[in-house]
T-cell receptor
Framework: KQEVTQIPAALSVPEGENLVLNCSFT??????LQWFRQDPGKGLTSLLL?????REQTSGRLNASLDKSSGRSTLYIAASQPGDSATYLC????????????FGQGTRLTINP | GAGVSQSPSNKVTEKGKDVELRCDPISGHTALYWYRQSLGQGLEFLIYFQGNSAPDKSGLPSDRFSAERTGGSVSTLTIQRTQQEDSAVYLC???????????????FGSGTRLTVV
């Protein structure tokens, strides 16, 4: 069964801290992994996309890594800001069976000023 | 267009009525997906269109749900005889390459919030 698990479910930290969000997945046939941000009542905003042949991607204060052998991805956020508060979703792209994204339940992040 | 456009943004309907939700993908994107996000739940895959191929309907929860994609562009998700458990945010996504492959992955719309009363 294709599953994505995100830990922790919720995280609250003071402004300025560096933090790591974790994602684990079960399918070795993953061909990419995408991190999204979702603000309350809004759609999904793509943050980073890592192809299965890549180990990491960086955008500004965000860095995402992918380790297929261990079935893990991490999203690192440097120097967190209150505007980073949102739910962060990890999703693996699969092409065996239905071609689709399989999502985790998300980590709800709160950055306190 | 510049992004994936969905309409309406909000829809309130009475139980038993039919509803249609519209998705206009990014121009040139061959793949289109519908997902559902229920309150407190993760995103659930519903259906996938790729070019002119037969859609992958494996995620549709019941035969009350159907979708079509006309001319390889705009898609409509139809829910017949709506039930209260259909209340959710319905999200549409498109991708340039099949299965979200390539440099840009999937792009999502802002969703339609459906409330069945």
């Amino acid at each position: 069964k294709q599953e994505v698990t995100q830990i922790p479910a919720a995280l609250s930290v003071p402004e300025g801290e560096n933090l790591v969000l974790n994602c684990s997945f079960t399918d070795s046939a993953i061909y990419n992994l995408q991190w999204f941000r979702q603000d309350p009542g809004k759609g999904l905003t793509s943050l980073l996309l890592i192809q299965s042949s890549q180990r990491e991607q960086t955008s500004g204060r965000l860095n995402a890594s992918l380790d297929k052998s261990s079935g893990r991805s991490t999203l690192y956020i440097a120097a967190s800001q209150p505007g980073d508060s949102a739910t962060y979703l990890c999703a693996m792209g699969v092409i065996q069976g239905a071609q689709k994204l399989v999502f985790g339940q998300g980590t709800r992040l709160t950055i306190n000023p | 267009g510049a992004g994936v456009s969905q309409s309406p943004s909000n829809k309130v309907t009475e139980k038993g009525k039919d509803v249609e939700l519209r998705c206009d993908p990014i121009s040139g994107h061959t793949a289109l997906y519908w997902y559902r996000q229920s309150l407190g739940q993760g995103l659930e895959f519903l259906i996938y269109f790729q070019g002119n191929s037969a859609p992958d309907k494996s995620g549709l929860p019941s035969d009350r749900f159907s979708a079509e994609r006309t001319g390889g562009s705009v898609s409509t998700l139809t829910i017949q005889r709506t039930q209260q458990e259909d209340s959710a945010v319905y999200l549409c996504a498109s991708s340039l390459a099949p299965g979200g492959q390539g440099a840009y992955g999937y792009t999502f719309g802002s969703g339609t919030r459906l409330t069945v009363v």
